[in-house]
């Protein structure tokens, strides 16, 4: 729009100092009727001469503008011009930055995009840990174990193998993502599985390191920890996996499970019901907790 506008004010100087020009007088004949001749030797007898008029050898004469608007842009045509030139570079230089800083905006989002749906997707959880106990053929099995064991193999030579629930939590971690996590630490914290906080809280924590590959489906083993078995008649478990990505942000990952009781026929854990806090994947920097 403004080149529009400069060339239109340009234009329309042109014609009026094109206007100004063409109403100038013609000069008389000169006295010896040659075709070209200088001002004194014309016949001026009969016509007038307006005072600081111009006259040429062909005849020509260029009297200064009579209007005021035309005598301003017959003498700052030049000032003008160089002005809205100054303009135009000046919209031009903005225009350019401008288409720039869009780009440049356009490219950030573009990579923002990216590494959302390349970056790692961690998820965590784990089940109640199992031990195995073995009796030869004349072994003799303890009542609780026998009671609260979710299996029972017999082997060949007459032996048999428990395998019984014990007082440990194993913690496990998935990457559904399409780049590797670091993961770095590690909070843990228990609850009431029938009355849920509002928020997690996270009673210990502690450092671990180890790379989490992308696509992990099946669930990697962290470590176990102690169920505070009695606290609660249905306790749950709460944690958050703090990791970077591959381009250096720091992540967490939550999660909460109710644990079975040593008495249920299944070690595996049991979805709750809980606000977006506990199962959130933010980004932010790991707190300071310590122990476990």
């Not at 003799?140 to 629930?165: C, H, K, W």
């Not at 696509?215 to 470590?223: E, H, M, P, S, V």
């Not at 009695?230 to 958050?240: D, E, L, Q, T």
């Amino acid at each position: 729009m403004i080149y529009r506008v400069g060339a239109i004010a340009l234009l329309v100087m042109s014609l009026a100092v094109a206007v100004a020009r063409a109403a100038d007088p013609v000069a008389p004949s000169c006295k010896n009727g040659a075709p070209t001749c200088l001002p004194w030797e014309r016949d001026w007898s009969s016509t007038a001469l307006p005072p600081g008029s111009v006259v040429t050898a062909q005849g020509v004469i260029y009297a200064p503008p009579a209007n005021p608007l035309v005598n301003f842009l017959y003498n700052w045509q030049t000032l003008i011009t160089g002005l809205i030139a100054l303009i135009i570079g000046v919209v031009t230089v903005a225009t350019l930055r401008k288409q720039i800083a869009d780009l440049q905006a356009a490219r950030k989002e573009d990579e923002q995009h990216a590494r959302e749906i390349e970056r790692a997707y961690v998820a965590g959880g784990g089940c109640r840990d199992v031990a195995r106990r073995l009796y030869g053929p004349d072994g003799m099995f303890l009542e609780d174990e026998y009671r609260q064991s979710i299996n029972i193999v017999e082997q060949a030579d007459g032996s048999t193998i428990l395998l019984v629930p014990t007082d440990q939590f194993q913690l496990h971690i998935v990457n559904h993502g399409k780049t590797p996590a670091r993961l770095h630490h590690v909070a843990i914290g228990f609850c009431d599985a029938a009355a849920l906080p509002l928020e997690p809280v996270y009673e210990f924590g502690f450092p671990w390191s180890d790379a989490i590959g992308p696509g992990l489906q099946t669930a990697r083993i962290i470590k176990n920890v102690d169920i505070p078995e009695g606290r609660h008649a249905r306790i749950a478990i709460c944690g958050r996996y703090y990791w970077d990505d591959i381009w250096g942000r720091h992540w967490s990952s939550g999660f909460v499970y109710e644990i079975p009781s040593k008495e249920a026929r299944s070690t595996g854990s049991i979805s709750v019901e809980a606000s977006a806090k506990y199962w959130d994947d933010r980004e932010e920097e790991p707190p300071g907790v310590e122990g476990g």
